[in-house]
């Protein structure tokens, strides 16, 4: 396997002086050094770009001060030398913990900010200090659940700190403080720099206890610096780390004393008896924000920026998807054509995580002739998960194997024909529509669904009607202050429903309707004084045993949009408790060049959300096929990337690769297979629906 190689180059330079290497084609031409963007980063340009990028990071909302002690919530007054005058300030330290939070300061009685006034919105939220003795600091609620703002406690604490001081951006990339020697503790709350060189070879336990979140570089200073996989230290793949002098990896403290290796080792080769030691885990180091170029060793194996070109020699790992990560990681370095990736990266995983999937598709079918179980599919992403094109194929293959049960969730655009399944018709008139895609971050006091989208009113004239074969029919919608509506089933009585103020995601239940196709009628005829109502979607259920298939897309989805909402999915998987979900992304964020991380983030939180309501869910990353658009990173990239987030020191989860079974966009559109440049026809949803259910339903 071909590989860009430096020979004959002798030692290239320190770790804090080499940025990356410039080359022409598979020829090395010279090296990028700290010293050659120093004018950049004076300029202010790059600077700028970080804060700008810091303050979107999250969910993030930055105040002027927070308390240090217990104060009255009165008047203009001093904290931290510093005095208020219509300040946002984190109150965090009253005796009565049920009257923190964010305030408003004035001469009067402060207020809390109108954005942050209920447990929902505070629930999830991060505020940044950015004065006084608090300064750099980030705090969130410690509550486990969503609280009631004025009856329960209000617990803030330190989630992330940063720094006070504001050195020159070139100073802070390679602040190095004073030499500690190892030990069993290598106590990094004593260094004196971010950049920490580590002298001797006794092998590291733990590095002591920070706040959660501060992040550590770590420099062996000689050959054969042991970092050991711990209780207090999370390697990759759970094995030993050894460095070789100028070797270097980046640990990040997740509080308690715990750490994790986020990043390394980047630097020499190692001899072949320490490269033992790394084959099981180096695999983990690629990292698309590292570019540390790819160096040699005496016997020519070469070091990518994902790890040894050695096949690993542990059965912690699946040999074969370290083999075809590898390639995928030739491809990313230019070492190995598109061409060449598409072959390499495989056309899906096998499965092997797929334990609760496989156990609820068999009670689907057995007892033989009189089964009685469920399978919840979810499906969330973009409009390849949106519009019906795909989903109505996948749906109707898996019903026609494993039965049909509930409709699932109905989303409140639904009155678009492209988006709707068969079996439901759907209308409304008189709502403001709400959409992550067009609108940016949540109304406040409205939020929005796990698919990012909502419908609100403050008036009298809204109107909604659905019609689904059902036997109970959940409402969801947010619980606010005296907002008001009424349902009612098959044109009986109206049934009213109140807002108690809690701010919270509600679910009223229709239970005890025949197995038949019913019709469900909503207005808000009953809301006065501009009381504001909000309903988030619907929920068809059945006792047939079956699937129950929740599609759950938005179209134009890209991961930036999933950052804006990703607080607001818990309570849906909670309700819906989904035996698997299937993420379809990555086309929006091609086109648009959407950063890896960012990219990266929105897969992990669609999963994290997920398994924070059902811990065994089955996950799938679904990479879509090539599409027809201009864009600076290739969609193979973002691909590759799905399939690394797969593997077992990631998500642990499976992926599907599309782009492999369809071909180049020209031969596959000349097959039928795509609607228009961004999504598949019919037939090409049939296709790609068939190959992943093959793959991972038993179809």
């Known amino acids: 396997m071909a590989g860009i190689r430096i020979t004959d180059k002798g030692p290239l330079a320190t770790i804090d002086q080499i940025v990356g290497i410039k080359t022409q084609g598979s020829t090395v031409v010279g090296l990028i050094q700290v010293a050659d963007l120093e004018q950049q980063l004076l300029a202010g340009a790059i600077g700028e770009a970080i804060d700008a990028a810091q303050a979107q990071k999250q969910n993030i909302y930055t105040l002027d001060l927070a308390t240090t002690a217990n104060i009255n919530l009165t008047g203009e007054q001093t904290i931290s030398g510093i005095l208020t005058s219509s300040s946002k300030v984190l109150v965090k330290d009253k005796s009565d913990p049920k009257l923190n939070g964010p305030y408003l300061t004035g001469a009067g009685a402060w207020t809390r900010l109108t954005d942050f006034d209920t447990g929902e919105e505070l629930f999830g939220q991060q505020f940044y200090i950015q004065s006084g003795s608090n300064q750099g600091k980030t705090y969130g609620l410690q509550n486990t659940s969503v609280p009631v703002v004025g009856a329960d406690d209000l617990v803030y604490g330190v989630t992330s700190q940063q720094s006070t001081a504001k ?69 990759p793949a759970g094995v030993p780390i050894t460095l070789m002098a100028g070797d270097s990896v980046i640990v990040k403290s997740l509080g308690s004393g715990v750490w994790q290796v986020v990043s390394g080792p980047i630097g020499q080769a190692v001899p072949v008896d320490a490269a033992e030691t790394m084959h099981d885990q180096s695999y983990d180091m ?15 194996r070469e070091f990518h920026r994902g790890g040894w070109e050695v096949e690993p020699e542990s059965d912690t790992l699946p040999g074969q998807w370290y083999d075809e990560f590898d390639h995928a990681i030739d ?43 469920i399978t919840r599919v979810m499906f969330m992403g973009d409009s390849w998960t949106d519009q019906n094109r795909i989903m109505q194929q996948i749906k109707d293959l898996l019903i026609a194997k494993y039965g049909e049960s509930g409709f699932g969730w109905i989303a409140v655009d639904n009155d678009i024909t492209l988006s709707r399944l068969t079996g439901l018709t759907f209308s409304r008139a008189n709502w403001t529509y709400y959409d992550a895609t067009e609108d940016g971050a ?72 025949t197995d038949a196709v019913h019709t469900i009628d909503i207005d808000t005829t009953v809301n006065s004084g501009g009381t504001t109502v909000v309903l988030y979607g619907f929920i068809g259920l059945r006792t047939a045993p079956g699937i129950e298939f929740h599609k759950c897309g938005n179209g134009s989805l890209h991961g930036e949009d999933v ?72 969609l193979t990239d973002y691909v590759a990337e799905m399939y690394r987030l797969s593997g077992p020191t990631e998500l642990n989860c499976e992926f599907f690769n599309n782009h492999a079974i369809f071909g180049p966009f020209a031969e596959a559109n000349a097959l039928g297979q795509w609607f228009d440049n961004l999504h598949l026809s019919d037939l090409g949803g049939y296709n790609a629906s068939r190959e992943f259910g093959r793959h991972f339903f038993g179809l």
Not at 574 to 582: F, G, K, N, R, T
């Open 167 to 235: 050195p020159a951006a070139l100073d802070a990339l390679r602040a190095k403080g004073a030499p500690i020697a190892s030990a069993s503790t290598v106590d990094l709350s004593t260094a004196t720099g971010d950049v920490v060189t580590v002298t001797g070879t006794t092998a590291v336990n733990s590095f002591g206890t920070m706040t959660a979140g501060i992040e550590r570089t770590i420099i062996a200073a000689a050959d054969g610096l042991v970092i050991k996989a711990s209780a207090n230290i999370m390697t």
């Open 286 to 300: 690629f990292d698309h924000g590292i570019d540390a170029g790819i160096t040699v060793d005496e016997a020519g």
């Open 331 to 373: 491809y990313l370095t230019g070492a190995e054509t598109a061409a060449e990736e598409e072959i390499t990266l495989p056309v899906a995983t096998d499965g092997r995580t797929l334990h609760r999937l496989r156990a609820k598709l068999a009670s689907c079918l057995f007892p033989i002739g009189a089964p009685t179980g």
């Open 442 to 513: 949540p109304v406040a006091g409205i939020g929005c669904a796990h698919d990012g989208k909502a419908i609100y009113t403050t008036g009298t004239t809204a109107t909604l009607s659905l019609a689904v074969k059902t036997q109970t029919l959940k409402i969801a919608y947010r619980d606010t202050v005296g907002g008001k509506f009424r349902y009612r089933v098959d044109g009986g009585a109206y049934t009213t429903v109140t807002g108690a103020g809690t701010g919270n995601k509600l679910f009223v239940s229709i239970t005890g309707l």
């Open 563 to 634: 950052g804006t909402y990703i607080s607001e999915m818990g309570p849906f998987f909670a309700e819906i408790q989904p035996d698997v979900l299937s993420t379809i992304l990555a086309t929006n964020d091609h086109r648009l060049s959407i950063p890896f991380t960012t990219f990266t983030a929105a897969l992990q939180g669609f999963a994290a959300s997920a398994r924070s309501a059902v811990p065994d869910i089955s996950v799938i990353l679904w990479g879509p096929a090539q599409c027809s658009a201009t864009a600076v990173l290739p």
